[in-house]
């Protein structure tokens, strides 16, 4: 067995099982300590496809997550005050709900991405932060919808065949849709469109000389990262039973920078492991100490300074001296300093 | 009357912005390090003057700590850390640089607490003036444009007037040549890098009495100083000063005539929460249409 599967195998054992451990243990917060761990792991995952795959250094990947989680709280909200929405009286349902959430998270995507890569390098970073505090801002101004304060919901979404207020339930569905998540992006990045996207990674002008439209690549990675970042929000939504702006604030964006780092830059399962590092270590110096960030912000700091590779690459990279001659860790070659 | 006034209200935010703005911008064309941790020198240094001025009952004295204690931990921070990025890529400076704020905002916490203090003022700087017939304007805002206006022709003497600016111009144009020559780059990185610290202590000093004086102060302005260099073209002091000026005044502008605009156009209900949110969200709207027209900003540092 290779290590990567090695890895994959333990991950996914690591969640299949924690609801047996957390019952076991009689710790039913082991559960919802998971079930965001699986949630923030697909949007730093769907981060990861920009960053470690696309070279888009996107600093508003927060707006989809923000979006996703508000459309779902919209609906409620006019379903639950029997308010319609432009004549529409809302639905509970997931299937008619969720698709509509990533809809709008793929229209963000497209105009988004599209007026965006018309830049690269700090005006890349700083036109995606702008559009997403654009975002921030105006789901802080809808006042109809709480403001700043954001929505509290009454209940979660329907699914048949599942009970989504039972936590375990929700806890598989969630852990479920991100191996989903997770194999389609490997399978993305392994397929031809994957290697055009590192192509343009390495060389754009290399790869348009081979008569390739590098904005049609891009603009599609754009908008299937925001619709990754978009069901992770929408499944935040149903796990909190709230959204508020914060959800897209550029602070959050800046955390799924983080974790993506935290667990090392286009491997996508590492930034799964970033968010379970990073949310784990919120969780537990925040026990110990209100002053966390002391003590985080150096740490996050030190994995930037020196742990080039994050978690995974660390665990990929005990192979080597083993066996001298195989592949370094896909890591250490996809990583380029931009001109 | 209430254009000039808010033209004048513009032009104090736009000196606010354009005090952050320049040394962030010298920064990243020099040094190419995106700095996130800029604002946390401003919150440095409005808290210095503020707790200063709090223990010694002098104003000036107060001045004196902002700049000091942000070239200080200015000094602290580039030898400690901003140094290590130069060689970097944009993702890891934006990752350190934010675990530095993350790390200032708790430092501040721990050292005065979380209530925001109140910096105490002399009694001139809180009268107003008659700065034309029938438009009383306060000294504290009219102090705050001289303070911009003085660092904009003071940048523009250093930079093109003096031997250092020289080596500034150099370094941006080709850093590597510049250290050929003998000159010590690593210092001279470290000095602007403080110098562009000390503005943010200024900044911050000249800002405690209007703003409140608060954990977080350093992030929320920071950001619209980032589009204020983007929009300038990132790099260039000229151009972070047409960006703040822009920005300033699209922000103080749109405070005021966005509301009434949008009430003629759409019903009250649906005018009073978009406003809210376009006001907000000006800035960015403006620096989403001139990187369409201009990628590279307005006047960027190299043609």
């Known amino acids: 067995m290779s290590r990567r599967l090695i890895i994959d195998l333990a991950c996914l054992a690591t969640f299949a099982l924690m609801p047996l451990v957390a019952a076991l243990c009689n710790e039913p917060f082991l559960v919802s300590l998971f079930t965001r761990l699986a949630i923030y792991g697909m949007a730093a995952a769907s981060l990861d496809l920009l960053i470690g795959y696309g070279a888009m250094v996107s600093f508003g990947h927060a707006a989809f997550f923000g979006l996703g989680g508000y459309v779902v709280g919209i609906i409620a909200f006019h379903s639950s005050q029997a308010m319609p929405l432009w004549g529409w009286e809302g639905s509970n349902s997931a299937l008619v709900v969720w698709p509509l959430a990533l809809l709008c998270c793929a229209l963000l995507g497209l105009v988004m991405g599209y007026l965006s890569l018309r830049t690269s390098g700090v005006q890349f970073i700083m036109i995606t932060l702008a559009f997403s505090q654009m975002l921030y801002f105006i789901l802080g101004s809808l006042s109809l919808y709480g403001g700043d304060d954001g929505i509290l919901m009454n209940e979660r979404n329907t699914l048949p065949g599942l009970d989504l207020n039972d936590a375990n339930q929700f806890y598989y569905l969630c852990v479920g849709l991100l191996v989903v998540w997770l194999l389609f992006c490997r399978r993305l990045v392994g397929s031809r469109f994957g290697f055009v996207l590192r192509g343009l990674k390495q060389s754009e002008r290399r790869t348009v000389s081979l008569g390739l439209k590098p904005l049609r690549y891009r603009l599609t990675t754009f908008v299937i990262a925001g619709l990754g970042a978009g069901l992770a929000g929408l499944l935040w939504a149903n796990y909190a039973l709230f959204v508020s702006p914060d959800m897209g604030a550029w602070q959050k964006s800046g955390e799924l920078m983080a974790m993506v780092i935290l667990g090392g830059v286009g491997t996508l399962l590492g930034p799964v492991l970033g968010a379970a590092v990073y949310l784990g270590l919120e969780q537990l110096l925040s026990l110990w100490t209100e002053h966390w960030l002391l003590i985080f912000g150096p740490l996050l700091l030190l994995v930037v300074l020196f742990g080039r590779q994050g978690i995974y690459g660390l665990l990929m990279a005990r192979q080597r001296p083993r066996k001298p001659s195989a592949q370094p860790a896909p890591v250490a070659t996809t990583r380029e300093v931009h001109p | ?303």
């Open chain 2, 1 to 303: 009357m209430l254009l000039l006034e808010q033209l004048l209200n513009g032009l104090q935010y736009s000196a606010l912005l354009f005090l952050l703005a320049s040394g962030l911008t010298l920064i990243f064309g020099i040094m190419g390090v995106i700095n996130l941790a800029h604002g946390a020198f401003y919150m440095v240094g409005a808290f210095c003057a503020a707790h200063t001025a709090i223990a010694s009952g002098s104003f000036w004295l107060g001045g004196l700590a902002a700049l000091a204690g942000a070239a200080l931990y200015g000094l602290v921070i580039e030898t400690g850390i901003i140094r290590r990025l130069y060689n970097r890529d944009h993702l890891d400076q934006v990752l350190a640089t934010l675990a530095v704020v993350f790390f200032s905002n708790e430092l501040i916490t721990l050292l005065f607490g979380r209530s925001p203090p109140a910096m105490p003022t002399p009694d001139w700087y809180n009268t107003f003036v008659e700065v034309l017939p029938g438009l009383m304007y306060p000294v504290s805002r009219l102090l705050f444009i001289g303070a911009g206006l003085l660092v904009a022709l003071g940048m523009w003497l250093l930079i093109n007037h003096t031997r250092l600016g020289m080596l500034i111009r150099a370094g941006a144009d080709d850093h590597e040549m510049v250290g050929a020559l003998g000159v010590n780059i690593s210092r001279l990185y470290t000095l602007v890098f403080v110098f562009g610290c000390v503005l943010c202590g200024l900044a911050g000093f000249m800002a405690a009495p209007l703003l409140s004086v608060e954990i977080g102060m350093g992030e929320k302005v920071l950001i619209t100083t980032f589009v204020v260099i983007v929009v300038g073209g990132v790099g260039s002091v000229r151009g972070a000063l047409v960006g703040a000026l822009m920005i300033g005044m699209v922000d103080s502008l749109g405070r005021a005539y966005i509301p009434q605009l949008l009430d003629q156009l759409l019903p009250a209900e649906v005018s009073g929460a978009l406003s809210a949110g376009l006001i907000s969200a000006s800035a960015y709207i403006v620096m989403a249409l001139v990187l369409l027209v201009r990628p590279r900003g307005l006047l960027p540092a190299r043609a």
